[in-house]
């Protein structure tokens, strides 16, 4: 197992205590869920992602919902900074880590679209 999977695997592991103390390991606020539960979904599949050599694209996407959730609601730093934390431990897709970047941020603008007319 690399450095990398091993802070990878900590990070998920992280995120998903922090949303099980925060919600008390609730499912009762549909907000919470989506913003608290979902950081920590995708902070798994970006751990899968690193874990089994899977598209570096995913991996990016998933980052890309962490940093909407930073920018919906509270604990608005600490899940931006969770965000930055995968950054270079991930694969950047095509070799580029301007195109993760990007990947990232659309798919954060696409998930704030998508959530506004929902919420």
Same mark, same amino acid.
């Given at each position: 197992m690399?450095l ?6 900590? !990070?998920? *592991?992280a995120?998903v #205590?922090? +949303? ?6 609730? =499912?009762?606020? &549909? /907000? +919470?869920?989506? /913003? *608290? ?12 992602? $690193?874990?089994? !050599?899977g598209?570096?694209?995913?991996g990016?996407?998933? $980052?890309?919902? *962490?940093? =909407?959730? +930073? =920018? ?6 600490l899940?931006?900074?969770l965000?930055v934390a ?5 694969? /950047? &897709?095509?070799?580029? @880590? @301007?195109?993760? *970047?990007g $990947?990232?941020? %659309?798919t #954060?603008?696409? =998930? /704030?679209? %998508? ?5």
């Amino acid at each position: 197992m690399t450095l990398r999977a091993v802070t990878a695997s900590f !990070n998920a *592991i992280a995120m998903v #205590a922090l +949303a099980f103390g925060l919600t008390g390991g609730s =499912f009762a606020d &549909p /907000r +919470a869920d989506a /913003r *608290i539960w979902g950081s920590a979904a995708a902070a798994v599949t970006v751990a899968l992602v $690193i874990l089994t !050599n899977g598209p570096a694209w995913l991996g990016w996407g998933a $980052i890309g919902y *962490i940093l =909407f959730a +930073a =920018f919906w609601g509270e604990p608005a730093l600490l899940l931006a900074l969770l965000a930055v934390a995968y950054m270079p431990v991930l694969d /950047r &897709p095509r070799g580029s @880590l @301007l195109t993760g *970047i990007g $990947i990232a941020v %659309v798919t #954060a603008v696409a =998930f /704030r679209l %998508v959530v506004t007319r929902l919420f």
